[in-house]
């Protein structure tokens, strides 16, 4: 049976826990961008790349630039998710579409991300004439594999 001091202990650092406000979950924040039009550069690098048929989404370390092209007129937008080893993510969203004058067209969302970590992304599809809001990783479907690459 356990002592009184022990339990008396126990409540102790129960109450300090609860005063100082640790939790054992954190709230997670999503940064989101929607995808400028841009001209790629001519010294444009790709450290990695996604390439599916719907999309395809780049990082370009050198800026800390990801670039995204939609590549199928299907009302759907294209996003790049990505998360970073310092604890940042997000979402960088193709919201143009792909059809008339503004099919391929490469967008970028331009990050100021910490040096020498690593960032994985991902692309996915996101239906945008649903009711959803494409801001989170979890309105995103066919989705491609995660690929890293240095900041």
């Avoid at 599916?52 to 780049?58: A, D, M, N, P, T």
């Avoid at 919201?95 to 020498?116: F, I």
Wanted: charged share 20%; hydrophobic share 30%; glycine share 8%.
């Amino acid at each position: 049976m356990p002592s009184r001091h022990r339990i008396l202990a126990t409540l102790a650092a129960a109450c300090a826990l609860g005063l100082t406000g640790a939790t054992g979950a954190q709230a997670v924040t999503w940064e989101y961008d929607v995808a400028q039009l841009k001209t790629i550069p001519s010294a444009f690098t790709c450290n990695r790349t996604v390439d599916e048929s719907y999309g395809k989404g780049c990082y370009d370390r050198s800026g800390d630039i990801f670039w995204v092209w939609d590549q199928q007129a299907d009302a759907q937008s294209v996003g790049i998710i990505w998360k970073t080893t310092s604890g940042r993510q997000g979402v960088c969203r193709h919201a143009g579409g792909a059809s008339g004058a503004d099919y391929w067209n490469k967008r970028q969302c331009n990050k100021n991300l910490p040096e020498n970590r690593t960032v994985t992304f991902r692309i996915g599809r996101c239906d945008k004439t649903a009711t959803r809001s494409c801001k989170h990783p979890s309105h995103y479907t066919n989705t491609s594999a995660w690929v890293s690459s240095v900041t």
